[in-house]
């Protein structure tokens, strides 16, 4: 009968304690569900902003290579306007040397 006794107090308590340890890992098994779940979210969103910001940083990579084309384009621009100016000022200044040889042969004549 004792024997009986401890073998169903022995048996019931292995039964609870595994009932206890089934309840504890089944919590635990929900905490990491949720824990997974709101990670996976968190990554969603971190997928999205960075979709966000590349398709911001190519359209501003693109804004730059137009900038550098309209900057070189300005460039080539500024070089041409510097090489007539010179030419202009070259013609000037041999203008101005023939209208003294002018001013020079018409005081010559009077």
């Known amino acids: 009968m004792f024997f009986q006794w401890s073998l169903l107090t022995i048996v019931s308590l292995i039964a609870i304690y595994l009932f206890v340890k089934m309840f504890y890992f089944k919590s635990i098994t929900i905490k990491e569900q949720k ?9 969603q969103e971190a997928e999205v ?3 966000k910001y590349q398709i ?3 359209r501003a990579l693109g804004n ?4 550098n084309n309209e ?3 300005l460039r080539n621009e500024m070089k041409a306007l510097k090489q007539r100016n010179s030419k202009y000022r070259l013609e ?3 203008l101005k040397v023939k209208i003294r040889e002018l001013e020079n042969r018409l005081d010559a004549l009077l």
Do not use: F, H, W, Y
Request: charged share 30%; net charge positive; proline share 0%.
């Open 35 to 43: 824990s997974n779940e709101m990670m996976k979210l968190t990554l």
């Open 49 to 51: 902003l960075i979709r």
């Open 56 to 58: 911001q940083l190519q």
């Open 64 to 67: 730059v290579d137009i900038l």
């Open 71 to 73: 900057m070189n384009k």
């Open 92 to 94: 000037t200044d041999r």
